[in-house]
């Protein structure tokens, strides 16, 4: 009898292990692909993200998903930092701003809480034809925030866009999802 329960207990043990295994591996497929901890730097996505919140991103709904008018996404400028922005323009679109007003292919845009709205045009003065991997982005702050409206950020290649933003996790009063669309 002895002899039998040997084998069993080295059986639960290798499963238990198998399992734990499994966990930690999923666990982290999970927190590296849709929980990449970003802090909010400025003031630029305000209202909707402020200063110094943290939020997660999805690297996943960039990779194999499709990027979505008002989107929020996190890129990467050329000096290697992150930035945070909504998606106005999409590849092939021609994007212009004429009296404070967003126009995509010549039709104004209309969307809620402010969104198809800019005071100052910038590069989107004259009509910007947006090339088959490159977006228009702009903060949701209109009037502070360097986007694509200005040379030092322009079309934003979809190459540079590491994930969505989805999620608030700081500060605590704050917690939950981020509503994207208009």
């Not at 100052?120 to 982005?137: C, K, Q, R, S, W």
């Amino acid at each position: 009898m002895h002899i039998d329960e040997e084998p069993s207990r080295l059986r639960l043990i290798v499963n238990w292990i198998v399992d734990i295994v499994v966990v930690i591996s999923i666990a982290w497929f999970v927190v590296f692909s849709m929980g990449t901890q970003i802090t909010v730097t400025g003031q630029s996505m305000e209202p909707v993200l402020s200063q110094d919140e943290m939020v997660l991103m999805n690297r996943l709904s960039v990779r194999f998903g499709k990027i979505k008018r008002f989107d929020i996404v996190v890129f990467e400028k050329e000096d290697k930092k992150f930035n945070i922005k909504r998606v106005v323009g999409l590849p092939g679109e021609t994007v212009q701003i004429k009296d404070g007003s967003l126009y995509i292919n010549d039709e104004k845009i209309e969307a809620e809480n402010g969104l198809s709205q800019a005071a100052l045009a910038g590069l989107a003065e004259n009509p910007v034809v947006l090339a088959e991997d490159e977006y228009f982005l702009l903060g949701d702050n209109r009037e502070n925030s360097e986007d694509s409206r200005f040379v030092n950020v322009g079309n934003v290649k979809k190459s540079q866009i590491r994930g969505k933003v989805w999620f608030r996790i700081r500060p605590l009063r704050r917690i939950g999802l981020i509503r994207s669309g208009a």
